[in-house]
């Protein structure tokens, strides 16, 4: 509590007045009964005061009478008011707009009325400028108020349609739009508070109606929400578009009766061609003179063109009446490539070209698709190449291209000017007019092609150099099937070490492929110094594929030469250029390219039969006296992700002797199972899309009374807990990776049905024990092993210890377990604990079933911490402890490779 003689009290009062005379707005305080003005700030006298000093001046000299009184009456009604718009009068005869504020105070014990003032006119002035721009705009524009839609403003071009009273009824925007398109436009607004293009009919005060695009934005006026819309009349235009779509659906009726048309002429006409052509294949076996022959064979081919022409145009008039429609069924890509190119492959080498294909590593071979439609794309754009090209090659490859697969078909032929490429992939159009004289054609055919890859979802496309060649492309979208081919190599040619020598790379890759997938461990060549220095690095090539381009004097100087398999792009593998004197003297026939890869599979078994001995790793599995009998008429489905595994329990359960499927998932798992019977189900407990637990819920809720699938778990965990969730999960039984050879096999013989040993007792050894002397057996071994890969734990896993059969599993392990450590390191990065857990995981049970130990047992740590809250940089560190790991593994089966390979004699 302060005093009039506290100096503190004092201070604030100097401080009150100082601030009040130097506010840059005029400021009064006032007497509430006469408004005279008691006191003023500096601002308010100089605008105010005037030249007469001692003139006691109020409210009324600057607001007029009128105004003060009511200014008075509204203030003592609430005590306070703001913003009270007012002219503003100086003593200096000016006048200008503003505003007054006021508040009732009590000052030195008297109530006084504290005035502010401020000058408004700019904002006057711009408020001015905006409504002559909104009353001038040549843009139909109107002011609605948001609350009841009622148009409370338009402008001088809006007038012109709506005549607007002010004191007429009260016109919405619904007696302009209508109910529906006002709902719709205000709904739009209120999501954005902006809507541009709004199109809607319009009914003018005229009684005239019109098309009209709106656009609108909310905004406050008077602390009203209203919305200001411009209007454009866009009559004319919907006229032209529906007058067009009139023309446009005439169009496609008369197409549509066109095709129909064609179709129906296509197919009587087909009719009788058939007739023809089978009198024709009778009348050719019968006895005729040579001049009769050749008369036979033009009516032959005459008659052939033809119905390739009628079923050009029956596809044709098929697609333009809407009714072909692409199927989706399972296809192998390879597959389909190669019997395509096969067709046109007697072809290319009557003219002397080289055919050659490649589907590339990156891609599955297991698609959805329609292999009929795909097959006659490509048949008809290999078909041109090699009609167009006279010398050179054909090339077709495939590849990812994103989400989907690009099909290119490149020659060496003839080409075309961009002139000629615009009228392509047009019904009945070829390049010029001396294409159809040389070549012949309808032209049908690349338009076939580009509709039905439309159809598919995707695009062709074509680039072409005149003199130089062709190159077609496409590009469609093909889903990976459910159920995917998977076959572990069994051939007898698997283990060998061959070498690939052809100077094309697409033949070249295309082989060395085809031999993969057989288990050969192979070397590409591309040139003769590339093959001379491969046979230096390793003389004991138990094959090599050579093409007949290379000199064969490679050989000469090997004292154990490989079996050398001759390759030749001639007809019927005849051998032509430069060496074809030199290869005649060896007495190799020729193969001819492109060759089948089943074919290819046994010309090496054939070359190579009696020269690999020992070197051969399953020819117990192989050997009907060697292998055990097959324990079950039904075979078993194998449910597993990881590559390696698959290997592993593949050849594990073919020296066993029992038959089985395999797919990569838990959903393609249940698809199987919906579509064949089988004795047994492994599978995986952590797979993508559906894991082993939840694989096995939804198996026994679909299952019958009577009915019981037996299911093993495969997991890389073992753990007592892990085993408990398995069971719970409905599964029979439990295996920890990496499954001993007789653990399986005993624990098969426990759950196939009916399932008797070799001497017909019952198999009934606990599951349990399976487990728990798996777990015992490697915890037992591992203090012991030195080295980063137990080489003798992998050969009892196998059941085959030979050096060549290791490699090739040790091989697959490195080719797809940097991509799971890859994974683990991204999951680390994004801090994704789930997928890191995931990734690493997979990377332990790979570790385990390559018996690399020590990488095992820092992924089975690391997997442990994942699952627990462990700081992302202790994971981090964990993984580079892997990854130095994985580095000793990899190092150790590069000189296991080395060590293993055949030597010099």
Request: glycine content about 6%; charged content about 25%; overall charge negative.
């Amino acid at each position: 509590m302060t005093t009039d003689n506290d100096p503190s009290a004092e201070m604030g009062k100097d401080i009150a007045i100082g601030l009040f005379d130097a506010a840059p707005l005029p400021m009064m305080l006032c007497a509430i009964e006469d408004a005279a003005v008691l006191v003023a700030n500096r601002r308010a006298q100089e605008l105010f005061a005037g030249p007469e000093e001692g003139r006691t001046i109020g409210l009324d000299d600057i607001l007029g009478k009128e105004t003060t009184t009511t200014f008075l009456h509204n203030i003592q009604n609430g005590g306070f008011i703001d913003d009270f718009e007012v002219m503003l009068n100086t003593p200096y005869g000016e006048q200008y707009c503003g505003t007054v504020s006021g508040q009732i105070v009590t000052h030195a014990g008297h109530r006084r009325l504290l005035v502010g003032m401020n000058d408004i006119t700019d904002r006057k002035q711009a408020e001015e400028t905006l409504r002559r721009f909104f009353d001038g705009a040549p843009l139909a524009m109107l002011l609605v108020r948001m609350r009841d839609h009622q148009v409370i403003r338009i402008n001088r071009r809006a007038s012109e349609l709506f005549p607007h009273d002010q004191n007429a009824a009260v016109v919405t925007l619904e007696s302009h739009l209508g109910k529906n398109p006002t709902s719709r436009f205000l709904e739009k607004l209120t999501e954005g508070g902006f809507v541009e293009s709004f199109e809607c009919g319009l009914a003018t005060g005229w009684g005239q109606s019109l098309w009209a695009s709106l656009s609108g934005q909310i905004i406050e006026i008077d602390d009203e929400r209203c919305v200001l819309i411009g209007l454009r009349d866009i009559t004319d235009r919907k006229r032209w578009e529906e007058a067009l779509h009139a023309a446009k659906v005439e169009a496609e009726q008369a197409t549509q009766a066109k095709s129909q048309f064609l179709a129906t002429m296509s197919h009587e006409i087909r009719t009788p061609m058939n007739g023809v052509l089978g009198m024709i294949d009778v009348l050719s076996n019968t006895p005729m003179s040579d001049e009769q022959k050749d008369m036979v064979s033009v009516i032959s081919d005459s008659a052939r063109t033809l119905l390739a022409i009628i079923d050009d145009i029956l596809d044709l008039s098929k697609i333009e009446a809407g009714k072909m429609s692409i199927e989706q069924t399972p296809l192998r890509l390879r597959q389909t490539v190669e019997t395509t190119v096969e067709l046109v492959a007697p072809l290319a080498r009557a003219k002397g070209l080289e055919i050659a294909w490649r589907v590339s590593p990156d891609l599955a071979d297991d698609y959805l698709g329609d292999p009929t439609r795909l097959r006659q794309i490509l048949l008809n754009l290999l078909s041109n190449a090699v009609k167009f090209t006279d010398r050179g090659r054909v090339i077709v490859r495939l590849g990812p291209a994103g989400d989907r697969i690009l099909f290119e078909i490149e020659d060496t032929g003839i080409g075309m000017t961009e002139e000629q490429q615009a009228r392509l992939f047009q019904p009945f159009s070829q390049a010029d007019a001396s294409t159809t004289r040389r070549f012949g054609g309808t032209g049908l055919g690349l338009a076939i092609c580009k509709k039905l890859v439309n159809m598919m979802d995707g695009d062709i496309a074509l680039s072409s150099v005149v003199g130089e060649g062709s190159r077609f492309s496409f590009a469609i979208p093909l889903a990976e099937a459910p159920i995917k081919t998977i076959r572990a190599p069994v051939s007898s040619i698997s283990g060998l070490a061959m070498l690939v020598a052809d100077p094309l790379a697409e033949s070249r890759g295309c082989m060395a492929d085809a031999l993969r997938a057989q288990g050969v461990l192979v070397t590409e060549v591309g040139d003769a110094q590339s093959a001379a220095s491969a046979l230096r690095s390793n003389p004991r090539f138990d094959a090599a594929l050579v093409d007949a381009t290379f000199d064969p004097a490679i050989f000469a100087d090997m004292e154990d030469p490989p079996a050398v398999l001759l390759i030749s792009a001639e007809k019927d593998g005849a051998v032509s250029g430069d060496y074809a004197r030199q290869w005649s003297e060896t007495g190799l026939t020729g193969l001819a390219k492109p060759i089948r890869w089943s074919a290819l599979t046994r010309a090496v078994m054939a070359a190579t039969d009696g020269a690999n001995g020992d070197h051969d790793p399953v020819a117990a599995a192989n050997d009907p006296t060697a292998r055990k009998t097959v324990k079950s008429d039904l075979p078993i489905l194998i449910a597993e992700d990881n590559h390696t595994n698959r290997i592993v329990i593949a050849r594990q359960l073919d020296y066993l002797g029992f038959s089985y499927d395999m797919v990569e998932d838990g959903e393609a798992a249940l698809t199987a199972l919906a579509e064949k019977r089988y004795a047994l189900l492994l599978a995986d407990c952590r797979m993508p899309k559906l894991d082993g637990y939840a694989l096995t819920r939804c198996i026994r809720e679909r299952e019958e009374d009577g009915q019981h699938l037996p299911v093993v778990a495969l997991t890389a965990n073992a753990l007592a807990d892990d085993r408990k969730r398995c069971l719970a999960a409905g599964m029979d039984d439990y295996l920890a990776k990496p499954v001993r050879l007789d653990k399986l096999e005993a624990t098969l013989l426990q759950w196939l049905p009916s399932a008797p040993n070799e001497d017909g007792a019952s198999d009934t050894a606990p599951p349990s024990a399976a487990y728990g002397e798996q777990v015992h057996s490697t915890a037992e071994r591992a203090p012991h092993i030195a080295e980063p890969v137990d080489c003798d734990a992998l050969g009892d896993l196998l059941g085959d210890n030979s050096p060549e059969l290791l490699s090739t599993v040790l091989a697959s392990f490195l080719e797809f377990f940097p991509a799971l450590l890859e994974r683990a390191v991204t999951a680390v990065e994004n801090q994704n604990r789930e997928a890191l857990h995931d990734a690493v995981h997979a990377a332990k049970g790979a570790a385990r079933s390559a018996c690399a130990p020590e990488l095992a047992a820092i992924l089975a740590a690391l997997e442990e911490k994942a699952g627990s809250q462990a700081a992302f940089d202790e994971l981090g560190r964990d993984l580079d402890l892997a990854g130095k790991a994985y580095a000793d593994v990899r190092d150790f089966i590069g000189a296991y490779h080395a060590k293993t390979a055949p030597a010099d004699s």
